[in-house]
């Protein structure tokens, strides 16, 4: 799984960095074979005035599926990523829960001749 880690508005720091590359690996590690890229974009909205204003934005892009965006905004940035990880990896088990029913639904079933079944 590749991570794309990115901050607007400030720099991105080590920690930060690798908190987010934690929780991710921990939320999405599992999945890791179905999905081709995961993009976070870490950003402060109201920059110095401060408030509930860091963002934490998740893209998850899958092998043939549609993409999966989670957005969390919190006032403490670590919190925002923890959010936000937790959420993709429920997110990402029921897209995969869903193709996989789908494909098992959606699965030809055989068919029995009748005369196949006489003892004749």
């Known amino acids: 799984m590749h991570i794309n880690i990115q901050a607007r508005g400030f720099a991105l720091t080590n920690g930060l960095r690798e908190h987010a590359e934690r929780?991710?690996?921990?939320?999405?590690?599992?999945?890791?074979?179905?999905?081709?890229?995961?993009?976070?974009?870490?950003?402060?909205?109201?920059?110095?005035?401060?408030?509930?204003?860091?963002?934490?934005?998740i893209q998850i892009t899958f092998r043939g599926a549609p993409s999966v965006v989670i957005s969390d905004i919190e006032a403490d940035l670590y919190v925002a990523i923890d959010r936000a990880a937790d959420r993709a990896g429920r997110s990402v088990a029921r897209r995969l829960e869903r193709q996989r029913d789908y494909r098992q639904c959606s699965a030809p079933t055989a068919v029995m001749d009748p005369a196949s079944l006489s003892p004749n």
């Open 23 to 57: 929780r991710l690996q921990f939320a999405l590690g599992w999945a890791d074979e179905h999905l081709r890229q995961v993009s976070v974009r870490l950003s402060d909205e109201n920059g110095p005035r401060g408030g509930e204003d860091k963002r934490c934005r």
